[in-house]
């Protein structure tokens, strides 16, 4: 089993400031995914990168896949308190998903 | 993306005890996938549910204690066997975005909490 190691664990930010969230691995992943997931509730997917070096971005967010596909980065702006919420990167390895930790953010008004 | 049911959204049960947990899904889908995530925590693969064959389970995971059911494409079962307070957790399922190729995206079902007393 590869790692996927996610950063920073929680996060706490006052509504309009930029975050980064980071997922880091040792291994490569023929993709990725960034969920997001409120309580009491499933997984919601936010985007797959699936190219080394691609960004997308989503609204205010943007997504980046490391040039070797093992890293990815989640960039929110100006941040609002509907931002709130559990925050996954999971790699895709042999049609399986290794999720990362997660990111537990939390923006205040 | 497909849309995926599970039932029930929640239980509460007695130690000793299993409960079933279904997850349909509106569209065929090839491949299936059970979940946990325990309280804090992010999501551990249990096993993967295969059409018309015995489940594929992760290390630490055994068929004995969450046997799986996939009887056609669009439907399968998870059953937690001779639960403990331990199994307390979330339980999710999540399929691949279909179209009858295996794919690297999964979706999920909104989940089933499990408390055991």
């Known amino acids: 089993t590869q790692l996927l190691e996610q950063s920073p664990q929680f996060l706490s930010i006052q509504e309009g400031e930029n975050l980064t969230v980071y997922c880091n691995s040792s291994s490569v992943f023929s993709s990725l995914q960034w969920y997001r997931q409120e309580p009491g509730e499933g997984p919601v997917l936010l985007v797959t990168v699936v190219t080394g070096g691609e960004v997308k971005k989503l609204k205010r967010l943007t997504f980046q896949f490391g040039d070797a596909r093992k890293d990815s980065s989640l960039h929110i702006t100006a941040a609002q308190t509907g931002d709130t919420g559990l925050y996954l990167c999971?790699?895709?390895?042999?049609?399986?998903?290794?999720f990362g930790q997660g990111t537990e953010l939390s923006v205040k008004p | 993306s497909a849309v995926i049911s599970q039932k029930p959204s929640r239980d509460i049960c007695q130690r000793g005890t299993s409960l079933t947990i279904q997850c349909q899904v509106d569209s065929q889908v090839t491949m299936m996938f059970w979940y946990r995530q325990q309280p804090g925590q992010s999501l551990t693969l249990i096993a993967t549910?295969?059409?018309?064959?015995?489940?594929?389970?992760e290390s630490g995971f055994v068929i004995d204690k969450f046997p799986i059911s996939r009887p056609n494409l669009t439907f399968s079962t998870l059953t937690v066997s001779n639960m403990s307070p331990e199994d307390s957790s979330i339980y999710l399922c999540?399929?691949?975005?279909?179209?009858?190729?295996?794919?690297?995206?999964?979706?999920f079902g909104p989940g089933t909490r499990l408390t055991v007393l």
């Open positions: 549910a295969n059409q018309g064959s015995e489940a594929t389970y």
């Open positions: 999540s399929v691949d975005n279909s179209g009858g190729r295996a794919t690297d995206t999964q979706y």
């Open positions: 999971a790699g895709s390895q042999g049609g399986k998903l290794i």
